[in-house]
């Protein structure tokens, strides 16, 4: 199985990218966590996306807040799928990243999850993976399933309680 590559602009994303760890070890997908800034480790962040391909990788996830380019600046050195979280900051409540890491000019494409959505970042590279990997569909299949349950579950004490 290819492994998901989780790089973060800062070790101040960390409690958005365990959202995406907790779902990524629940769905037993192999995975790495990096902490490259686009601006101030251009080079390391470049020589990551550079690289992926080759060592294992089948999706990225970049998570970035404010200025938010991450996302960008790592599609721009691959070719593999990258998915970007933007991140919630204090100034803009996260729409200054929402935006950076949504526009993306054509050939650059960035899939980008909601403001903070490292756990939808993760099922999205799942399912990115499980395209070629029919036992990782089977465990979204079932993933689905039971989060419907839950709902349902849900549903009857409401319905009983009112």
């Given at each position: 199985m290819?492994?998901?590559?989780?790089?973060?602009?800062s070790?101040s994303d960390?409690p958005?990218?365990?959202?995406?760890?907790?779902v990524?070890?629940?769905l037993e997908?192999?995975?790495?966590?990096?902490?490259?800034s686009?601006?101030r480790?251009?080079?390391?962040?470049?020589?990551?996306a550079?690289?992926?391909?080759?060592?294992?990788y089948?999706?990225?996830?970049?998570?970035?807040?404010?200025a938010?380019?991450l996302?960008?600046?790592i599609?721009?050195?691959?070719?593999?799928?990258?998915?970007?979280?933007p991140c919630k900051?204090?100034?803009?409540?996260?729409?200054d990243a929402?935006l950076?890491?949504?526009?993306m000019p054509?050939?650059?494409p960035?899939?980008?999850?909601?403001?903070?959505?490292?756990?939808?970042?993760?099922?999205?590279?799942?399912q990115?993976?499980?395209?070629?990997?029919s036992?990782?569909?089977?465990?979204?299949?079932?993933?689905r399933?039971?989060?419907?349950?839950?709902?349902?579950?849900?549903?009857?004490?409401?319905?009983?309680?009112l």
């Amino acid at each position: 199985m290819k492994k998901v590559g989780i790089i973060m602009g800062s070790d101040s994303d960390l409690p958005i990218i365990r959202k995406a760890t907790g779902v990524l070890d629940e769905l037993e997908i192999p995975y790495e966590v990096h902490i490259y800034s686009a601006h101030r480790t251009p080079v390391e962040a470049r020589d990551f996306a550079v690289n992926a391909r080759e060592n294992g990788y089948g999706v990225l996830i970049a998570a970035a807040g404010m200025a938010a380019h991450l996302a960008g600046a790592i599609a721009a050195n691959t070719t593999l799928p990258v998915i970007g979280i933007p991140c919630k900051s204090s100034v803009l409540d996260g729409m200054d990243a929402l935006l950076s890491t949504v526009m993306m000019p054509t050939g650059i494409p960035v899939a980008t999850v909601a403001i903070n959505g490292g756990a939808n970042a993760a099922l999205l590279a799942a399912q990115i993976i499980a395209v070629e990997d029919s036992a990782l569909a089977e465990k979204l299949n079932n993933k689905r399933a039971n989060d419907a349950a839950v709902v349902l579950e849900k549903d009857a004490a409401v319905m009983n309680n009112l």
